[in-house]
C-alpha cells in the first residue's frame, strides 16, 4: 500500500511500533505497516501525534496536508534527502530539450483522451464521440509541427474542450449530467470527482519525484513558481484518462457513487462529502492495486514514468515517452 489516506474528520494517527494507528475516538480504523507506506495524505481535521511524524520523516516518508476537498496545503518532507543533485541537470536543459518533452506530453494527453473515448464509443456509438474523436486525431498531428509553447497549449486546451465535451456523453444513462470542465470551483457532481481524483494522483506523483531527487518546480509543459510544482502538472497529463477519468466513469456507471448522497453544495460550487470521498478513495486503492500485464500494479505505472523522466534528465537524448494507454 503505497499510501495512506485519512479523509475521515477527527481521526488521529498514532505510532505502534512499526505500524500507524489510524484511530477515531475509541475506533481503530486501520493499522498499516510503516514499511509499506511511501506517503501519509491527511485530509481536513485529523490529526498525527508527534511520534508519527518523527518515525514518517526518519523514514523518508513525506506526509501531505490538503483541505477536505483535495487542495494540498503543504507537506512534511524529511532532511535526510539534501541537495538535489538531479536539480542541476534540469536547469541545465535546453529549450529544445524541454519543448520536445512538452509536445510528447500533449501528444500523449490526446491518445490516451482518444482511446478511452475509443472504449465508450464501442459502447455507445454516435456520431458525436465520432467527431470528437476525429477532431483529437488532427489536434495531435497539429502538436508535431507546434512551433511555440503558447502554440502547444493552446492546442491542448482546444483537444481538453473536445474530449470534455464528449465525456458527458458518456453518462447519458446515468442521473449524472456534465457539460463543461469547471475547477475552481467545481461546477458539478462530475466535477467535484474529476477535481479530486486529479488533486489524489498529482499528490503522487510530487511524492514520487521527490524520493527520486528530481526538482518538481523545473518543468517543460507548465510553468512553475514558488507555489506551482509544475513537473507533477506535466506528468498528470498522460494519467488523466486511463487513471482518474475512466475511474469516474467506472463509479458512475456502475451506480457507486450518487448526486444526491455522496456530494455537498456550497461556497459556490459541488464538492464530495465524508462518504463520497471514502468511496472514491476506496476504489482507487483497488484500481491501482490491480495488475498490469506484466504482473505489478498500476502503482508501479507512476513510479515508472518518474524513472522515465529522470533518465531523460542525465540523458536529454533519449527523449521522453509518455505512457500510452492500451
Not at 65 to 85: F, N
Not at 135 to 162: D, F, P, T
Not at 250 to 257: A, D, F, S, V
Amino acid at each position: 500500500m503505497p499510501a495512506l489516506y485519512v479523509s475521515q474528520q477527527g481521526c488521529w494517527v498514532s505510532l505502534s511500533q512499526e505500524s500507524l494507528l489510524v484511530k477515531q475516538r475509541d475506533t481503530v480504523l486501520a493499522t498499516v505497516q510503516l514499511p509499506l507506506l511511501e506517503q501519509v495524505l491527511i485530509f481536513g481535521q485529523s490529526q498525527l501525534t508527534t511520534p508519527a511524524v518523527r518515525a514518517c520523516l526518519q523514514r523518508d516518508i513525506p506526509i501531505a496536508y490538503l483541505s477536505r476537498l483535495g487542495w494540498c496545503y503543504g507537506r512534511a518532507l524529511s532532511l535526510t534527502r539534501g541537495y538535489r543533485h538531479l536539480a542541476r541537470y534540469q536547469q541545465e536543459l535546453s529549450f529544445g530539450d524541454r519543448f520536445a518533452v512538452a509536445q510528447a506530453l500533449v501528444r500523449g494527453k490526446l491518445h490516451n483522451s482518444r482511446v478511452l473515448l475509443q472504449r465508450q464509443q464501442r459502447r455507445l456509438g454516435g456520431e458525436q464521440l465520432t467527431t470528437a474523436l476525429d477532431r483529437l486525431a488532427a489536434l495531435s498531428q497539429q502538436v508535431r509541427s507546434a512551433a511555440s509553447l503558447e502554440q502547444l497549449l493552446g492546442l491542448e486546451g482546444a483537444g481538453a474542450a473536445s474530449y470534455f465535451a464528449a465525456l458527458g456523453i458518456c453518462l447519458a444513462d446515468s442521473p449524472f449530467t456534465f457539460r463543461l470542465r469547471r475547477r475552481r470551483p467545481p461546477g458539478d457532481e462530475v466535477n467535484a470527482l474529476l477535481s479530486f481524483g486529479y488533486q489524489v494522483l498529482w499528490n503522487h506523483l510530487l511524492a514520487l519525484l521527490e524520493l527520486q531527487g528530481l526538482d518538481p518546480y523545473q518543468a517543460c509543459l507548465h510553468q512553475g513558481s514558488e507555489r506551482h510544482a509544475a513537473l507533477a502538472s506535466d506528468l498528470i497529463e498522460e494519467f488523466r484518462a486511463p487513471l482518474v477519468d475512466a475511474l469516474v466513469l467506472y463509479l458512475i456507471n456502475t451506480r457507486q457513487i450518487q448526486p444526491g448522497a455522496d456530494f455537498e453544495w456550497r461556497d459556490g460550487g459541488c464538492f464530495l462529502n465524508d462518504r463520497g470521498r471514502r468511496t472514491f478513495l476506496q476504489t482507487w486503492l483497488r484500481r491501482m492495486e490491480e495488475p498490469l500485464a506484466d504482473r505489478q500494479p498500476h502503482w508501479d505505472l507512476l513510479g515508472r514514468q518518474v524513472r522515465r523522466y529522470q533518465q531523460f534528465v542525465y540523458q536529454p537524448a533519449t527523449g521522453y515517452d509518455p505512457y500510452p494507454m492500451p
